[in-house]
C-alpha cells in the first residue's frame, strides 16, 4: 500500500510491504504502481478538529446523515470532511467521537488518487490502556485510549505537570483505567507519573503508520476515482497486446529450436537402428502365431458385459466382474439365484455355469449375495 502523509508543511509519501515502511519521492509515484496499491491519505493531528458530541439513540447511518447537515455549525471549515465513531452508547444517549478537517480532495487526487482517508488519532490506539506522550520536536501530544478505545487528545506546545492532570481529569472515570505512560521522544524531565513509565524511540517516519493494520480500512473509504489519467488507461491494453505478441514470438522460437532438436535425435536414431543387423523375420514367426492364437481365443469384456445386460433380470445387482480368456467369475446379489443360473446357462457366449461356494443370504433385503464362474465359447 501506498500511503500519503498530509501535514502543515505538504505532503510525505511512504510504500508499507510486508510490514516495512519506507519513504518514497513523489516522483516515484508512478500511475501502473499506483494502479495496483491501496493508496490512503492520512490527515495529521495538526490539521485535525476534533469534539465528542452526545446525541439521541439512533442507528449509525441515520446519525452520519444528521452530522452531514451540522458539521458546518460544529467546525470552522469551509468545506469540511470527517470521521465519526461510536464512544459509548445507552438507552438515553449516543456519545460519539468526531474529527474533521479541511477537504484536500481538489489538490491532492490530481496525482495521489487516494481511495481511504484516516485521521492520524485513531491510528494511535492500541489493544491495551495507556497514555502516549510523543514529541514532534516543536509540540507535545497527548493520547489515551482504553483497550483500543479512544479517549481524548491533547497538543501543546510547552508540556507541565498541570497540563497533564488536567488532561487525565477530564477523562474521569475512564482514566483511572490506564495502566502506563508510553513516550515517544525527549519530555521535561521535573514531570513525575504514578504509573510505569515505557521510552520508546521514535522511528523515522510519522509513529501513526505503525497502526495502519489496526483499522479496518472499509470505514475510511472515499468514492471511487481511476488512479491513472484516461489516455494511460487506454494505452494499458495496447500495452499488454504488445507484450502478448512478443512473448507468442518468443514462443514460436522456442517450439522451432524444439522441433530441430527432435528431428536431430529422430536422425541419431535412425542411424543407429541401420547400422543394426537385420534379424530374419522368419524366427518371430512362432512367436506371432502365438500371439496370434491367443488373441483368438479372448472374449471381448465388451461383448461379455453386453450379454450380461441383456439376461441378468431387473432387481439382479452385479457387484465383481473378472474375465480371463474365457473363464468368467462374476459376483452377484439376487433374489433368485437359480433363475439367474438357469438365464445364463441359456446364452448362446455360454458353455457351462457353476455356483461358486454356497449362497449368502442378506435378511434385512431377502436376497441372496452368490459367486458365479462361466466357461464361454
Same mark, same amino acid.
Given at each position: 500500500m501506498i500511503i500519503a502523509y498530509l501535514q502543515k508543511k505538504g505532503l510525505s509519501f511512504y510504500k508499507i510491504k510486508d510490514n516495512t515502511i519506507t519513504e518514497i519521492a513523489q516522483k516515484d509515484l508512478s500511475p501502473i504502481k499506483q494502479f495496483f496499491s491501496k493508496k490512503i491519505l492520512i490527515i495529521s493531528k495538526e490539521l485535525l478538529f476534533y469534539t465528542r458530541k452526545t446525541y439521541p439513540p439512533m442507528q449509525f447511518k441515520k446519525l452520519k446523515k444528521a452530522l452531514q447537515i451540522d458539521i458546518l455549525d460544529l467546525f470552522p471549515i469551509s468545506s469540511p470532511d470527517?470521521?465519526?465513531?461510536?464512544? *459509548?452508547?445507552?438507552?438515553? +444517549?449516543?456519545?460519539? @467521537? =468526531?474529527? +474533521?478537517?479541511?477537504?484536500p480532495e481538489h489538490e491532492i487526487r490530481k496525482f495521489f488518487p487516494f481511495q481511504?482517508? /484516516? $485521521?492520524? @488519532?485513531?491510528?494511535?490506539? *492500541?489493544? @491495551?490502556?495507556a497514555l502516549k506522550i510523543i514529541f514532534t520536536g516543536d509540540s507535545y501530544h497527548l493520547i489515551a485510549y482504553l483497550k483500543a478505545k479512544f479517549l481524548g487528545t491533547l497538543s501543546v506546545v510547552h508540556l507541565t505537570q498541570k &497540563? /497533564? &492532570? %488536567? #488532561? %487525565?481529569?477530564?477523562? %474521569?472515570?475512564h482514566s483511572q483505567e490506564i495502566q502506563k505512560i508510553k513516550v515517544y521522544g525527549e519530555i521535561p524531565p521535573d514531570l513525575k507519573f504514578d504509573k510505569p513509565i515505557e521510552k520508546i524511540l521514535l522511528p523515522p517516519?510519522?509513529?501513526c503508520l505503525e497502526?495502519?493494520?489496526?483499522?479496518?480500512?472499509?470505514?475510511?473509504?472515499?468514492?471511487?476515482? #481511476? $488512479? =491513472?489519467?484516461? @489516455?494511460v488507461l487506454f494505452r494499458v491494453p495496447i500495452y499488454a497486446i504488445i507484450a502478448y505478441g512478443v512473448f507468442l514470438f518468443f514462443t514460436a522460437q522456442n517450439y522451432e529450436n524444439a522441433v530441430n532438436d527432435v528431428k536431430a535425435?529422430?536422425?541419431?536414431? *535412425?542411424?543407429?537402428?541401420?547400422?543394426?543387423?537385420?534379424?530374419?523375420?522368419?524366427?518371430? &514367426?512362432?512367436?506371432i502365431s502365438e500371439v496370434n492364437k491367443s488373441i483368438s481365443q479372448t472374449v471381448s469384456p465388451l461383448t461379455v458385459m453386453n450379454m450380461l445386460a441383456l439376461k441378468l433380470p431387473i432387481g439382479c445387482t452385479l457387484n465383481r466382474f473378472v474375465l480371463t480368456e474365457k473363464d468368467l467369475e462374476i459376483s452377484l446379489t439376487a433374489q433368485y439365484p437359480l433363475d439367474i443360473i438357469q438365464t445364463? *446357462?441359456?446364452s448362446e457366449m455360454v458353455k457351462s455355469v457353476k455356483l461358486k461356494g454356497p449362497p449368502t443370504q442378506n435378511t434385512s433385503s431377502h436376497s441372496y449375495n452368490?459367486?458365479?464362474?462361466?466357461e464361454l465359447k
Amino acid at each position: 500500500m501506498i500511503i500519503a502523509y498530509l501535514q502543515k508543511k505538504g505532503l510525505s509519501f511512504y510504500k508499507i510491504k510486508d510490514n516495512t515502511i519506507t519513504e518514497i519521492a513523489q516522483k516515484d509515484l508512478s500511475p501502473i504502481k499506483q494502479f495496483f496499491s491501496k493508496k490512503i491519505l492520512i490527515i495529521s493531528k495538526e490539521l485535525l478538529f476534533y469534539t465528542r458530541k452526545t446525541y439521541p439513540p439512533m442507528q449509525f447511518k441515520k446519525l452520519k446523515k444528521a452530522l452531514q447537515i451540522d458539521i458546518l455549525d460544529l467546525f470552522p471549515i469551509s468545506s469540511p470532511d470527517f470521521y465519526v465513531q461510536v464512544f *459509548e452508547n445507552t438507552q438515553k +444517549a449516543t456519545i460519539v @467521537d =468526531i474529527w +474533521a478537517w479541511q477537504k484536500p480532495e481538489h489538490e491532492i487526487r490530481k496525482f495521489f488518487p487516494f481511495q481511504y482517508v /484516516i $485521521p492520524e @488519532d485513531v491510528l494511535l490506539t *492500541e489493544k @491495551d490502556s495507556a497514555l502516549k506522550i510523543i514529541f514532534t520536536g516543536d509540540s507535545y501530544h497527548l493520547i489515551a485510549y482504553l483497550k483500543a478505545k479512544f479517549l481524548g487528545t491533547l497538543s501543546v506546545v510547552h508540556l507541565t505537570q498541570k &497540563e /497533564i &492532570e %488536567l #488532561f %487525565l481529569t477530564g477523562l %474521569l472515570p475512564h482514566s483511572q483505567e490506564i495502566q502506563k505512560i508510553k513516550v515517544y521522544g525527549e519530555i521535561p524531565p521535573d514531570l513525575k507519573f504514578d504509573k510505569p513509565i515505557e521510552k520508546i524511540l521514535l522511528p523515522p517516519y510519522p509513529l501513526c503508520l505503525e497502526g495502519i493494520y489496526n483499522v479496518n480500512l472499509r470505514a475510511f473509504k472515499t468514492k471511487f476515482y #481511476f $488512479p =491513472i489519467k484516461s @489516455d494511460v488507461l487506454f494505452r494499458v491494453p495496447i500495452y499488454a497486446i504488445i507484450a502478448y505478441g512478443v512473448f507468442l514470438f518468443f514462443t514460436a522460437q522456442n517450439y522451432e529450436n524444439a522441433v530441430n532438436d527432435v528431428k536431430a535425435q529422430i536422425a541419431q536414431i *535412425e542411424k543407429k537402428t541401420n547400422s543394426i543387423k537385420v534379424v530374419s523375420q522368419e524366427n518371430y &514367426e512362432p512367436l506371432i502365431s502365438e500371439v496370434n492364437k491367443s488373441i483368438s481365443q479372448t472374449v471381448s469384456p465388451l461383448t461379455v458385459m453386453n450379454m450380461l445386460a441383456l439376461k441378468l433380470p431387473i432387481g439382479c445387482t452385479l457387484n465383481r466382474f473378472v474375465l480371463t480368456e474365457k473363464d468368467l467369475e462374476i459376483s452377484l446379489t439376487a433374489q433368485y439365484p437359480l433363475d439367474i443360473i438357469q438365464t445364463l *446357462e441359456s446364452s448362446e457366449m455360454v458353455k457351462s455355469v457353476k455356483l461358486k461356494g454356497p449362497p449368502t443370504q442378506n435378511t434385512s433385503s431377502h436376497s441372496y449375495n452368490f459367486v458365479l464362474t462361466l466357461e464361454l465359447k
